[in-house]
């Protein structure tokens, strides 16, 4: 009786130590298979994140690249319109003498232009003269335009959230400028901030100076608006050609500077 309980014993121990084993190897072999599993779909993740980061690199590229095109664009000047040849004052009055309503017009817009000084020249002469800064919460300011080069230094500043507009002042001679247009172009720290254009319209040579008023503007306020800022100021013609290219420097403040 002891033998068949020992042997009982024995075949049970024995029969759990091969389960056992059989389980220590199954467990082997499925945590071998889970961690190869593993393995494998992190190095598909690695390759698909490496992929989709290639992507997004290539995406910020693209994007900073068309921003930058896009920024070289909105700096060029407009391409020229084809006027054909200039022709003086005299031959455009002697072109259009058949044509009632235009003759009128031109007559109309010469006004007193003494012909005889003026009716000989082909290229219109444009000199931009002053620029001043109207605002109702200070006098005006009046801002002179140096005959070469740029202003030095801090040209004007400006009080933040305050209103404002740009009043210039400029003299046309020698003959008709067609479609005289003001362009101005603000960077602070490196980024363009602020791009502006106004058609000017068309004005004939006279004496007198010419005055043209912008539409009243209000400038940004906060701590992130004060500062300097580096602005570019360009009037061109319909033919792209240039009368002024400036280039200045200006600062928003929390006040006006004291006069």
């Known amino acids: 009786m002891s033998l068949g309980v020992g042997g009982a014993s024995n075949l049970s121990e024995n029969m759990k130590f091969d389960d056992a084993k059989e389980g220590s190897n199954m467990n082997n072999g499925g945590v071998s ?24 690199s290539e995406k910020q590229r693209k994007d900073c690249t068309s921003a930058y095109t896009t920024d070289q664009e909105d700096d060029d000047d407009d391409e020229k319109i084809d006027l054909g040849p200039p022709k003086s004052i005299k031959q455009q009055l002697e072109l259009d003498k058949e044509d009632e309503s235009l003759r009128r017009w031109k007559e109309q817009l010469l006004g007193s232009v003494d012909l ?36 030095k230094g801090l040209w004007f500043t400006l ?3 305050s209103r404002y507009s740009l009043k210039f002042s400029f003299t046309v001679n020698n003959n008709i400028v067609s479609g005289l247009k003001y362009t ?38 906060g701590i992130f608006a004060r500062g300097s800022y580096s602005a570019r100021t360009k009037f061109v013609d ?14 928003i403040r929390k006040d006006w500077p004291s006069v």
């Open 238 to 251: 319909d033919d792209n050609k240039r009368y002024l290219e400036m280039n200045y420097t200006f600062d």
């Open 116 to 151: 005889e000084t003026v009716g000989e020249s082909l290229e219109p002469d444009v000199k931009i003269l002053s620029l001043a800064i109207l605002s109702p919460d200070r006098s005006d300011l009046v801002l002179s335009i140096p005959e070469v080069g740029n202003p």
């Open 33 to 56: 298979e889970v961690t190869t599993t593993l393995q494998t779909d992190k190095a598909q993740d690695d390759v698909v994140s490496a992929s989709e980061d290639k992507k997004i």
């Open 184 to 221: 101005n172009t603000v960077w602070k720290t490196g980024m363009k901030v602020d791009r502006r254009k106004e058609m000017l319209g068309v004005f004939s040579p006279q004496a007198e100076a010419y005055t043209h008023e912008m539409p009243e503007e209000i400038t940004p306020s």
């Open 159 to 161: 009080k933040e959230g």
